[in-house]
C-alpha cells in the first residue's frame, strides 16, 4: 500500500524542524509572490488551500473576481537554505491557482503551461527544457543600494582575475539544496557577468527551478554583500544576459528523444525540423513574452552573440536557433536552442509559447528553411528572405497581436492583461526623456 503524500510530507516537516513555509507563485510577469505560514496550519492548506485576494497582484483578476485560492504542489516542497535560523528551517511550495468554484485560474502563468504541455502529450510528446541563465553581480554603495559597478574584471572562462568563484558554488549548492541540479557554472564573456546552467527537465518543472534559481542566486548574492541582476543589458556596449533555452520532445510511446534522427545531417529529425519552422515562423509573435522589457531589446542588437535575424544553424551563434553538437552514442541529448530569451522572462509563460510555436509547426507540417551558417552581420541576411526580430517592445507588442497562435497559447486573460501591462510600459518609456536625449541635444537646439 502506497504511503499518502500527504502525510508523508507533514512527517517531513516535522523531521525538519520547519516552523514556516512559503506559499509561492508568479505574477504574469513572473515576479515571484509568496505567503508564509506558520507550519502548525501547513496541514490545513494542504487540505483546504490559502485564500488571497488576486485583485492585487499584476494582470491577475478585477476586484470584483478578486478571490482566489493557492493549492501546493506537495512535489515542489523544499527547504530555503539561506532561510535557516536557531534551529528552526524555512520550506517553500509552489502553488497552483484556483477560482471560488474550485476550477484553475486560466490567469495562472503555471496553469497556462500545464494546459501547452497537456495539448503536446496529446499529440505524443513531452516536452524537455533546459535554460542556461545569464546575470551580472554588481557591487553595491555605502548605503547597500545596488550600483552598476561589475564585481570583477574578469571574461569567458576566466579562472585568474575571476572573483566570485567561490560564491558560484555557494549559488550551485544552495540550488542542489533545494533540489536543482546545474550542469555547469562559469564566468561569462563581461566584466562580472555569470552564467549558471540548469540540467534538463520536464517543462512545468523547468520552470519551477528557473524562477526558484532566480531567487536563490539573489540569495546568495545579497548573503555576500553583492547585487545579482538579471536585466538583459545593465551595461552599454557589452554582453547582456541572456537565457538560451535548449529544449526537447519525448516520444512518449517509446520513451525516445523524437528530435533524433542519425540519417539527417544535422542529426535531426522530421518533427524536429517542423519544431524549428514552427519556432521561425512565430519568432516575431513570441518575441514579447520572452524578451518582455523596453530593456530587452537593447540586447537583441548586432554585435554582442544575442539573436537579431531569424534563422537557424549549427556552427552560427547569430542565429536565433542553434543545434548544438552531440557526443557520437548521445542522440537522447539531440536538442535545439532558442536564443532570443532573456532572464526577466516570465518562464512559465515563454516555455508555453515556445512549444505552442513548435507544436503549431508540427501540426502543418511547415517546412524548415535551409539553415545559415555564415556570419549574419556581414552578409544581407534580408536577401537571403530573413526577417528581423522585433527591435523595440512596441513593435513585438504589434508582433504579438497579429499572432493567433502564440494568443491562443497564453489564453485570453492573460493575453488580454500581459499586453495591457506592456502597452503601459512602452508608452511610459517612449514618454520619457533620458539623461542620453539632454546631453546630445540640449546643447544644440
Given at each position: 500500500?502506497s504511503?499518502?503524500?500527504?502525510?508523508?510530507?507533514?512527517?517531513?516537516?516535522?523531521?525538519?524542524?520547519?516552523?514556516?513555509?512559503?506559499?509561492?507563485?508568479?505574477?504574469i510577469?513572473g515576479?515571484?509572490?509568496?505567503?508564509?505560514?506558520?507550519?502548525?496550519?501547513?496541514?490545513?492548506?494542504?487540505?483546504?488551500?490559502v485564500?488571497?485576494d488576486?485583485?492585487?497582484?499584476?494582470?491577475?483578476?478585477?476586484?470584483?473576481?478578486?478571490d482566489?485560492?493557492?493549492?501546493?504542489?506537495?512535489?515542489?516542497?523544499?527547504?530555503?537554505?539561506?532561510?535557516?535560523?536557531?534551529?528552526?528551517?524555512?520550506?517553500?511550495?509552489?502553488?497552483?491557482?484556483?477560482?471560488?468554484?474550485s476550477k484553475?485560474?486560466t490567469?495562472?502563468?503555471?496553469?497556462?503551461?500545464?494546459?501547452?504541455?497537456?495539448?503536446?502529450?496529446?499529440?505524443?510528446?513531452?516536452?524537455?527544457?533546459?535554460?542556461?541563465?545569464?546575470?551580472?553581480?554588481f557591487?553595491?554603495?555605502?548605503?547597500?543600494d545596488?550600483?552598476?559597478?561589475?564585481?570583477?574584471?574578469?571574461?569567458?572562462?576566466?579562472?585568474?582575475?575571476?572573483?566570485?568563484?567561490?560564491i558560484?558554488?555557494?549559488?550551485?549548492h544552495?540550488?542542489?539544496?533545494m533540489?536543482i541540479?546545474t550542469?555547469?557554472?562559469?564566468h561569462?564573456?563581461?566584466?562580472?557577468q555569470?552564467?549558471i546552467?540548469?540540467?534538463v527537465?520536464?517543462?512545468?518543472?523547468?520552470?519551477?527551478?528557473?524562477?526558484?534559481?532566480?531567487?536563490?542566486?539573489?540569495?546568495?548574492?545579497?548573503?555576500?554583500?553583492?547585487?545579482?541582476?538579471?536585466?538583459?543589458?545593465?551595461l552599454?556596449?557589452?554582453?547582456?544576459?541572456?537565457?538560451?533555452?535548449?529544449?526537447s520532445?519525448?516520444?512518449?510511446?517509446?520513451?525516445?528523444n523524437?528530435?533524433?534522427?542519425?540519417?539527417?545531417?544535422?542529426?535531426?529529425?522530421?518533427?524536429?525540423?517542423?519544431?524549428?519552422?514552427?519556432l521561425?515562423?512565430?519568432?516575431?509573435?513570441?518575441?514579447?513574452?520572452?524578451?518582455?522589457?523596453?530593456?530587452?531589446?537593447?540586447?537583441l542588437?548586432?554585435?554582442f552573440?544575442?539573436?537579431?535575424?531569424i534563422?537557424?544553424?549549427?556552427?552560427?551563434?547569430a542565429?536565433?536557433?542553434?543545434?548544438?553538437?552531440?557526443?557520437?552514442?548521445?542522440q537522447?541529448?539531440?536538442?535545439?536552442?532558442?536564443?532570443c530569451?532573456?532572464?526577466?522572462?516570465?518562464?512559465?509563460?515563454a516555455?508555453?509559447?515556445?512549444?505552442?510555436?513548435?507544436l503549431?509547426?508540427?501540426?502543418?507540417?511547415?517546412t524548415?528553411r535551409?539553415?545559415?551558417?555564415?556570419?549574419?552581420?556581414?552578409i544581407?541576411?534580408?536577401?537571403r528572405g530573413m526577417?528581423?526580430?522585433?527591435?523595440?517592445?512596441?513593435?513585438?507588442?504589434?508582433?504579438?497581436?497579429?499572432?493567433?497562435?502564440?494568443?491562443?497559447?497564453?489564453?485570453?486573460?492573460?493575453?488580454e492583461?500581459?499586453?495591457?501591462?506592456?502597452?503601459?510600459?512602452?508608452?511610459?518609456?517612449?514618454?520619457?526623456?533620458?539623461?542620453w536625449?539632454?546631453?546630445?541635444?540640449l546643447?544644440?537646439?
Amino acid at each position: 500500500m502506497s504511503e499518502d503524500p500527504r502525510q508523508s510530507l507533514l512527517a517531513r516537516v516535522k523531521e525538519q524542524h520547519v516552523a514556516f513555509v512559503n506559499l509561492q507563485f508568479t505574477d504574469i510577469l513572473g515576479m515571484v509572490k509568496t505567503v508564509t505560514i506558520p507550519v502548525e496550519e501547513l496541514a490545513d492548506a494542504l487540505d483546504h488551500g490559502v485564500w488571497f485576494d488576486g485583485s492585487s497582484i499584476e494582470g491577475f483578476a478585477r476586484m470584483v473576481e478578486s478571490d482566489m485560492y493557492l493549492v501546493p504542489d506537495l512535489t515542489s516542497y523544499a527547504l530555503i537554505p539561506w532561510d535557516q535560523h536557531d534551529g528552526l528551517s524555512t520550506a517553500r511550495l509552489i502553488c497552483n491557482i484556483y477560482t471560488p468554484d474550485s476550477k484553475p485560474f486560466t490567469g495562472d502563468p503555471r496553469h497556462v503551461l500545464s494546459v501547452v504541455t497537456k495539448h503536446a502529450a496529446d499529440l505524443g510528446y513531452g516536452f524537455n527544457v533546459a535554460p542556461e541563465l545569464e546575470f551580472f553581480l554588481f557591487r553595491r554603495d555605502a548605503q547597500g543600494d545596488s550600483t552598476p559597478l561589475p564585481h570583477d574584471n574578469a571574461g569567458y572562462f576566466d579562472v585568474s582575475t575571476d572573483q566570485a568563484t567561490l560564491i558560484r558554488r555557494q549559488m550551485v549548492h544552495a540550488l542542489r539544496e533545494m533540489g536543482i541540479i546545474t550542469e555547469a557554472a562559469h564566468h561569462e564573456v563581461a566584466a562580472g557577468q555569470h552564467e549558471i546552467d540548469l540540467r534538463v527537465m520536464e517543462a512545468i518543472r523547468a520552470a519551477d527551478n528557473t524562477v526558484t534559481a532566480r531567487v536563490a542566486l539573489k540569495a546568495v548574492a545579497q548573503l555576500n554583500g553583492l547585487y545579482a541582476t538579471f536585466m538583459p543589458k545593465p551595461l552599454a556596449a557589452v554582453n547582456g544576459n541572456g537565457m538560451h533555452i535548449h529544449q526537447s520532445l519525448t516520444d512518449l510511446a517509446t520513451g525516445k528523444n523524437a528530435f533524433a534522427d542519425d540519417s539527417d545531417a544535422y542529426g535531426l529529425s522530421t518533427v524536429a525540423r517542423q519544431f524549428i519552422a514552427g519556432l521561425l515562423a512565430h519568432a516575431r509573435g513570441m518575441c514579447v513574452i520572452l524578451a518582455p522589457l523596453v530593456n530587452s531589446y537593447k540586447r537583441l542588437v548586432p554585435g554582442f552573440e544575442a539573436p537579431v535575424y531569424i534563422s537557424w544553424g549549427r556552427t552560427n551563434r547569430a542565429a536565433l536557433v542553434r543545434v548544438p553538437r552531440i557526443t557520437t552514442g548521445r542522440q537522447q541529448s539531440t536538442r535545439i536552442e532558442l536564443r532570443c530569451p532573456d532572464p526577466s522572462c516570465n518562464p512559465y509563460l515563454a516555455y508555453a509559447v515556445m512549444l505552442a510555436a513548435g507544436l503549431d509547426g508540427i501540426k502543418h507540417k511547415l517546412t524548415l528553411r535551409e539553415a545559415a551558417e555564415e556570419d549574419l552581420f556581414h552578409i544581407d541576411p534580408r536577401a537571403r528572405g530573413m526577417s528581423l526580430l522585433p527591435s523595440s517592445l512596441g513593435t513585438a507588442l504589434d508582433a504579438l497581436r497579429e499572432d493567433e497562435v502564440i494568443q491562443a497559447a497564453l489564453g485570453a486573460n492573460i493575453y488580454e492583461r500581459f499586453v495591457d501591462a506592456k502597452q503601459q510600459e512602452w508608452e511610459s518609456y517612449r514618454s520619457f526623456v533620458s539623461a542620453w536625449e539632454i546631453e546630445r541635444y540640449l546643447p544644440i537646439f
